[in-house]
């Protein structure tokens, strides 16, 4: 009796992989065993950058934060321990948003941070 293989699932597992991996060089984009390695890696680093991209982020809403802060006259650290001081909750990503498009709300902020 011949060996049954299921062609046609297993045919349209690889074809959805290597739609997948279209644009890539070389064989990495046709040739079935590499293209599924680089796919699977392209997850891995996916997951990864997952992580990395809130981290990025964060330190980049706390540098606008410290420029901003500073033409105040304050530091970052000093800012926000006066608005934590003050019981003012604001996260960074909204304090960099005021800093950079509205500096006379984020001015009021530091103001009302300065005073408590």
Do not use: C
Request: proline share 2%.
């Amino acid at each position: 009796m011949p060996r049954s293989v299921n062609h046609v699932a297993s045919k349209a597992r690889r074809k959805k992989i290597l739609k997948l991996t279209r644009g890539y060089f070389g064989a990495r984009k046709n040739v079935w065993t590499v293209a599924k390695n680089t796919w699977e890696k392209g997850l891995t680093y996916a997951f990864r950058d997952r992580r990395n991209k809130k981290r990025n982020f964060r330190a980049l809403w706390i540098q606008r934060i410290n420029a901003a802060a500073r033409l105040e006259g304050m530091s970052y650290s000093r800012l926000m321990g006066a608005l934590h001081k003050a019981g003012i909750e604001i996260n960074r990503k909204v304090l960099a948003d005021l800093a950079m498009n509205h500096p006379e709300a984020f001015k009021a902020i530091v103001e009302k941070a300065k005073a408590a």
